[in-house]
């Protein structure tokens, strides 16, 4: 297949930067050097990401000072990133790992507009096809107190200790023979495409032929999750729409940082409105 076009990525962090480190990385280890285009914005965390975490040559880090939470970032990545540039645009939350060949489905197939990759949920999800995982056996890994972070939106709860080292070793654990061997194996063995119209928020894709037509995502209604599926219902009325996952493109989802953890909200005093963030990574 021929090459359509660029992709301009985003992935964004509130706390856990360690995770962030291990997405990050993913980006650097499983993506072709020149289809790098990589903007990090940090919601003003508590435990900010620095220029050690990134390479200046692909990737530009964006320090906010303050907690926008998600749906401000994806405007400025739909409506003024991908807009300016022309390209397409994928979000990426920083609770995901990304596998070998993740980036080609979204660069050399045609069937979607808006689409994500495949992220199966749970360990039962990754290993059986089915099911989802309890959050408990995430949580027992990262610390000796068991924590119910799923169904708590308390602060310190988003502290439980967490290492880069850690997170590799618990990853390794979920996929011993390897990514590629996984991708080999369990991934590619899948169809390529599945059409529908309810997608994952967390990781998605929004290409430049519909960057005009979709709209904005609101920033007053609340936790993320309500935000962008009132998008997503929007977006998927339009006649122009076309969504669906590539199951060819992989990526693994780590579900014990999420649930409904106050860090997907913004700080409601801060603002209303996009920051103005001015950037750039390529020609």
């Given at each position: 297949m021929e090459r359509i076009n660029y992709m301009i990525q985003l992935i964004l962090t509130y706390g856990h930067a360690?995770?962030?480190?291990?997405?990050?990385?993913?980006?650097?280890?499983?993506?072709?050097?020149?289809?790098?285009?990589?903007?990090?914005?940090?919601?003003?965390?508590?435990?900010?990401?620095?220029?050690?975490?990134?390479?200046?040559?692909?990737?530009?880090?964006?320090?906010?000072?303050?907690?926008?939470?998600?749906?401000?970032?994806?405007?400025?990545?739909?409506?003024?990133?991908?807009?300016?540039?022309?390209?397409?645009?994928i979000y990426i939350s920083n609770?995901?790992?990304?596998?070998?060949?993740?980036?080609?489905?979204?660069?050399?197939?045609?069937?979607?507009?808006?689409?994500?990759?495949?992220?199966?949920?749970?360990?039962?999800?990754?290993?059986?096809?089915?099911g989802g995982q309890k959050q408990s056996e995430l949580i027992d890994f990262w610390s000796n107190e068991k924590i119910d972070l799923h169904n708590s939106i308390k602060p310190e709860y988003l502290d439980h200790p967490e290492s880069l080292e850690r997170i590799i070793k618990f990853f390794n654990n979920i996929y011993p023979d390897g990514e590629d061997r996984f991708i080999k194996d369990k991934v590619l063995t899948q169809e390529p495409v599945s059409y529908g119209n309810v997608l994952w928020m967390g990781c998605f894709c929004v290409k430049k032929s519909v960057l005009d037509a979709v709209p904005e995502m609101k920033t007053d209604m609340g936790l993320a999750s309500t935000e962008d599926y009132?998008?997503?219902?929007?977006?998927?009325?339009?006649?122009?729409?076309?969504?669906?996952?590539?199951?060819?493109?992989?990526?693994?989802?780590?579900?014990?940082?999420?649930?409904?953890?106050?860090?997907?909200?913004?700080?409601?005093?801060?603002?209303?409105?996009?920051p103005n963030c001015g950037w750039q990574i390529r020609n």
């Amino acid at each position: 297949m021929e090459r359509i076009n660029y992709m301009i990525q985003l992935i964004l962090t509130y706390g856990h930067a360690e995770f962030a480190r291990a997405c990050i990385s993913s980006v650097y280890k499983n993506t072709p050097k020149d289809e790098i285009n990589l903007i990090v914005w940090d919601n003003f965390s508590g435990d900010r990401l620095n220029e050690n975490d990134i390479n200046s040559e692909n990737t530009v880090l964006l320090k906010s000072e303050n907690n926008y939470g998600v749906s401000v970032p994806i405007n400025y990545l739909i409506k003024e990133v991908g807009q300016s540039l022309e390209d397409d645009v994928i979000y990426i939350s920083n609770d995901h790992y990304l596998f070998p060949g993740w980036i080609e489905p979204f660069l050399l197939r045609k069937e979607f507009n808006i689409c994500s990759p495949w992220v199966p949920f749970g360990l039962n999800s990754i290993m059986h096809g089915a099911g989802g995982q309890k959050q408990s056996e995430l949580i027992d890994f990262w610390s000796n107190e068991k924590i119910d972070l799923h169904n708590s939106i308390k602060p310190e709860y988003l502290d439980h200790p967490e290492s880069l080292e850690r997170i590799i070793k618990f990853f390794n654990n979920i996929y011993p023979d390897g990514e590629d061997r996984f991708i080999k194996d369990k991934v590619l063995t899948q169809e390529p495409v599945s059409y529908g119209n309810v997608l994952w928020m967390g990781c998605f894709c929004v290409k430049k032929s519909v960057l005009d037509a979709v709209p904005e995502m609101k920033t007053d209604m609340g936790l993320a999750s309500t935000e962008d599926y009132d998008w997503q219902r929007k977006a998927r009325n339009l006649p122009e729409i076309k969504m669906g996952v590539y199951n060819h493109s992989y990526a693994h989802h780590f579900q014990c940082i999420t649930g409904q953890r106050i860090a997907l909200s913004m700080d409601r005093s801060t603002f209303t409105k996009q920051p103005n963030c001015g950037w750039q990574i390529r020609n």
